[in-house]
C-alpha cells in the first residue's frame, strides 16, 4: 500500500465549460430533430386528434412549453419570491420564539 494522500477531486463534471457545451449542443439537436419530425408528420397529413384548431400547427406543444416554463418562472421571481422571502438576519437575531 502506498502511503500517499490523494486528494479526491472537488471538481466536477458540469464545472467545465467544454462539458456544459456538450449538453446544451446535444439538447439544441434533440430539440431541432423532433421539430423536423413534428413537421414532416404534419406534412404527411397525418391527424393528430386535436382537440383545438392550433394543436395541429407544427411545433405547437414546443412552443407552448417554453411559453408556459417562461411563464412559470417569470411568476415564481416575482410573485411568489416577495411572499416567501425573510431577511438575510432572520435567523441570527432571535426572534420572538427565541
Not at 22 to 46: E, N, P, Q, S
Amino acid at each position: 500500500m502506498s502511503d500517499q494522500n490523494v486528494e479526491p477531486s472537488t471538481e466536477g463534471w458540469f464545472d467545465k465549460e467544454n462539458n456544459i457545451r456538450k449538453v446544451l449542443r446535444v439538447l439544441f439537436v434533440a430539440c431541432a430533430v423532433f421539430l423536423v419530425v413534428d413537421i414532416v408528420y404534419w406534412a404527411t397529413g397525418y391527424d393528430k386528434h386535436p382537440y383545438l384548431k392550433w394543436e395541429t400547427w407544427p411545433g405547437f406543444y414546443a412552443v407552448y412549453g417554453f411559453v408556459a416554463c417562461v411563464v412559470l418562472t417569470l411568476a415564481a421571481k416575482y410573485i411568489l419570491r416577495p411572499l416567501v422571502k425573510r431577511s438575510e438576519d432572520f435567523y441570527t437575531k432571535g426572534g420572538d420564539d427565541a
